[in-house]
């Protein structure tokens, strides 16, 4: 049987772009031409089950950083809100990586990505350019077995770092889905969306057992006062105007007395919160998934102040 969760990083070389972009748009446009199959699970909904597919935005090496391409407007003399001006410009022309993840139920691993290493190649028209693209290399991500390492070391250091790797527009859970959105990264709105993917794929959820899962992840962790300065908002130029979104990161630190709370109710915390993570990094949070938003990575946060663990 194929894995739960399958997460898929591509490094290809692309030329040829240059404009506004958030080049999120260009990277399902190249899984649908190498995978025309999985287009029904892209389709817009404003309601109903969650989408269990998820692709990143381009990003690129950027000396020691890495840097995810998109267009967006800089605001200036500290403005955050209203803030208008020029989109900055997006040229690609380079070597790009980017993560494709889905459920078993969108698709077989192994299929989607012999398609991709098989047909991704070429030169196609793209917002009216001439836009090519070149495969490089692929990995296959075990998600199941790193959400798995990522709880014990989690658990084991009494913290975790969520990167924003790609912009994240997060919901709070307990209102109506809407066009409201939430700026405040507490556990329970980052992972809310992993949270109800996992219940829907798994044939668990409801509202009753969605809210108890909620509940523990908002006990578990605790945000730190960092994230005042380890988070800023972004207007992306995604459509025909800039939409605001988070980037940077946040910390959370561990809550052991309610993790002993919990082990002595008989949860199996490595387990639970292993397999939260392993949809958290591959289907990422927050609204707009399938079109680039909210792809994280994790880390364990060290004790103490020291620097996280892994790259």
Same mark, same amino acid.
């Given at each position: ?187 329970? #709105?980052?992972?809310? /969306?992993?949270?109800? +993917? =996992? ?5 668990? @959820? !409801?509202? *009753? ?12 962790? #605790?945000?730190?006062? /960092?994230?005042?300065? +380890? =988070? ?5 130029? @995604? !459509?025909? *105007? ?12 561990? #809550? ?56």
């Amino acid at each position: 049987m194929d894995p739960e969760v399958s997460l898929i990083k591509a490094v290809v070389r692309v030329s040829g772009f240059k404009g506004y972009l958030f080049t999120g748009k260009l990277v399902k446009t190249l899984v649908l031409r190498s995978n025309p199959g999985l287009s029904k699970f892209f389709e817009p909904s404003k309601a109903g089950p969650p989408k269990l597919i998820h692709i990143s935005p381009l990003f690129r090496l950027d000396g020691n950083d890495v840097r995810c391409e998109y267009s967006f407007v800089e605001c200036r003399g500290g403005l955050m809100a209203k803030c208008d001006g020029e989109p900055s410009i997006v040229s690609l022309d380079g070597v790009y990586s980017f993560y494709l993840g889905f459920h078993r139920d969108v698709g077989n691993y192994s299929e989607v990505l012999s398609n991709l290493v098989n047909n991704i190649q070429g030169c196609f028209e793209f917002m009216n350019q001439k836009v090519c693209v070149e495969p490089l290399e692929f990995e296959y991500v075990d998600a199941v077995a790193a959400g798995r390492r990522l709880a014990g070391e989690v658990l084991e250091t009494g913290g975790v770092k969520i990167v924003f790797s790609s912009p994240v527009m997060l919901r709070d859970p307990l209102k109506p889905v809407g066009k409201f959105k939430s700026f405040t990264p507490t556990p329970m #709105n980052v992972f809310a /969306t992993p949270i109800y +993917s =996992l219940l829907y794929a798994r044939g668990l @959820y !409801n509202v *009753k057992r969605f809210r108890l899962e909620l509940l523990r992840l908002h006990r578990i962790f #605790n945000e730190t006062y /960092t994230l005042f300065k +380890s =988070l800023r908002l972004k207007w992306v130029y @995604y !459509n025909l *105007k800039p939409e605001p979104a988070l980037t940077g990161f946040v910390n959370y630190r561990l #809550n052991r007395d309610y993790l002993g709370f919990l082990r002595e109710k008989g949860v199996a915390v490595e387990e639970w919160l292993g397999s939260i993570l392993a949809y958290t990094i591959t289907l990422g949070v927050g609204a707009g998934r399938a079109t680039g938003f909210g792809h994280v990575s994790i880390k364990p946060l060290a004790k103490n102040g020291e620097k996280p663990r892994g790259g």
